[in-house]
């Protein structure tokens, strides 16, 4: 399974960015994570899409101001970011489990893509 992040970006704070997870090399729908680390913290969960359920989970941090969706023509997951603030400032990574579970955690996740800079000025 290989994940590619194709760009983050850099924006005015209130600005908008969507990042996307171009993912191949699986058969069966997988759940997929958005998680992010910003300097000096730990790595933490922003949003899951849960393919088989349908549903999304997302952290606190960016409830209500982000959507997370997946193309299955081209097998891409997105992570729509609104409001944006500088405390999104951060690394964004998307990750998929070898087996799909409903955790939120990192250490959960075994495939990991190179993760993509996020700058909000």
């Known amino acids: 399974v290989q994940l590619v992040e194709p760009r983050g970006g850099s924006v005015q704070a209130g600005e908008s960015l969507r990042l996307s997870c171009v993912a191949s090399?699986?058969?069966?729908?997988?759940?997929m994570g958005w998680f992010r680390r910003a300097p000096g913290k730990e790595r933490e969960g922003v949003a899951i899409?849960?393919?088989?359920?349908?549903?999304?989970w997302y952290s606190d941090s960016v409830k209500g101001r982000s959507a997370c969706s997946h193309d299955n023509d081209n097998n891409t997951t997105y992570l729509q970011m609104n409001s944006l603030k500088s405390e999104d400032t951060a690394m964004y990574y998307c990750a998929a489990p070898r087996r799909n579970h409903c955790s939120t955690r990192a250490s959960d996740y075994d495939y990991w893509g190179h993760g993509t800079q996020v700058t909000v000025s």
């Open positions: 899409i849960y393919r088989v359920l349908r549903s999304t």
């Open positions: 090399g699986y058969t069966l729908p997988m759940n």
